[in-house]
Structures are given as C-alpha cells and as structure tokens.
C-alpha cells in the first residue's frame, strides 16, 4: 500500500531556530505539493513541484521559506528564522500527471505538527 | 480564479440516516472536482473525483457525489452514514489545465449513535 511519508511527525522549537520538514513522495508519482493547515486560513499551497523543478512557490514567505527536491525520493521544506506564527501542520502530497492536465488526484501524507515558541 | 464554498460548517446525522454535505464551485472552463475526508491528527484522504462523463461519480466507503453544472454543485452523499464516518470533509476543484487544487474550508460531520 504505497502512501506519502513525512518526517517529522510532530516538532515543537523556539522562535529563530531552523526547521526542516522531509517528504517521500510514492514512487512514480511526477508531482509534489506542500500545503499548510490552519484553522484560520485553512489549507495553503506552499509550493508546487513537476518532475522534481519547482514551477510555484508563491505562497511561501520567500525570505525565510524553502522549498526543494534533491532527488526524486525526498522533498524538503526549510524555514530558517522559524516564528511562532509558523505554527501549523504542514503537508506534502504527490500525484501522477499522466497528462490530462489536472485529473489527477493528490495524495497526502500524514503531516508535520510544527510548534514554534 | 477558482474556488469552493461549502456552505455548513458542520453536519449532524443519526447514524443509519442519508448524509450530503454541499458543495459549489466556480471556475472558468471544465471543472475538476474532488472530495477528500480527514481524521483527526491524519492527513487528508482521497475520497472520489469527477473529470468527465457520468454526472454521479461513486468513491470509496459507499459515498457518491453528484455533478451538477446548471447549479454548479458537487454534493457528497452517503446513504446510510455510520459513527466512523465523523470527519472533516473538504470539497476541491481544480481547472482544467491547471495545477491548483482550491479547496473549501472544510464540512465537520458528526454521525451520533
């Protein structure tokens, strides 16, 4: 049963330090998301990516997010300084584009509590 | 620009009793809809998806939905809800050609015994 697998599951750090968040998308599958979920704003895309180039980042604060794929197996997310308003769970999901353009259906892993105090 | 409404925060059922949450969209073009459920401290979870032909698409765990584009409606249905079936439901759409994925803020059902 092939699901999306995040690490770690839960993170609770001070105000300045870094945070990573690591993904394994399923295998074979050429697009990767990363969503944040809050009660107030509910789901936001993070930042897309389509075999493994990132093609959208803008919903990311560009001066302390980022986001790559250093190989087809692992999708990182990094936030360097962290703030309390960072606090939230993050998810990332990937899907197979066989080519009808946006038919496909994301697949979420279980995602990231991250507390920031 | 797409999006998604659905218009209840929560739902509340008798277990046994027809469950629908609502959902409305509105895009530009062909839509891409999509019904997702999320458990409690679980990621969300595919539920079904319609991209093109028959308008009442059938899912996982006996829920179906029901396009409608002369109201521009994407209702989930269960017709005997069950206690498990609590959760967070999200409606989405997605244009065609496009990669975003706009979701509603979400549907909390609450199936009582």
């Known amino acids: 049963d092939a699901r999306v697998t995040q690490t770690p599951r839960h993170k609770v750090t001070e105000m300045g330090q870094e945070v990573t968040m690591r993904c394994q998308p399923i295998?074979?599958?050429?697009?990767v998301f990363w969503y944040r979920q809050t009660m107030m704003q509910g789901l936001e895309l993070l930042a897309y990516?389509?075999?493994?180039?990132?093609?959208?980042d803008s919903g990311m604060p560009k001066d302390r997010f980022s986001a790559e794929m250093p190989d087809a197996t692992l999708a990182t997310l990094k936030i360097q300084p962290s703030e309390p308003r960072d606090s939230a769970v993050y998810f990332c999901?990937?899907?197979?584009?066989?080519?009808?353009?946006?038919?496909?259906?994301?697949?979420f892993g279980p995602g990231t509590r991250l507390t920031v105090t | 620009a797409q999006s998604v409404a659905q218009p209840e925060d929560q739902v509340n059922v008798a277990e046994g009793n027809p469950l629908t949450v609502k959902c409305t969209y509105s895009?530009?073009?062909?839509?891409?809809l999509f019904w997702y459920v999320q458990y409690p401290n679980r990621g969300l979870q595919f539920l079904l998806k319609?991209?093109?032909?028959?308008?009442l698409v059938k899912g996982s765990y006996g829920f179906e939905a029901e396009f409608n584009k002369s109201q521009t409606s994407f209702h989930l249905k269960k017709p005997s809800a069950l206690v498990s079936d609590s959760a967070l439901y999200f409606c989405?759409?997605?244009?065609?050609?496009?990669?975003?994925?706009?979701f509603g803020a979400g549907t909390t059902v609450t199936v009582r015994a």
């Open positions: 999901a990937s899907g197979h584009n066989r080519g009808r353009q946006g038919s496909y259906e994301q697949y």
């Open positions: 295998l074979g599958h050429n697009t």
């Open positions: 990516f389509r075999n493994r180039a990132p093609l959208d």
């Open positions: 895009v530009s073009g062909n839509p891409y």
């Open positions: 319609y991209i093109t032909g028959d308008n």
């Open positions: 989405a759409v997605r244009q065609s050609n496009d990669y975003k994925l706009s």
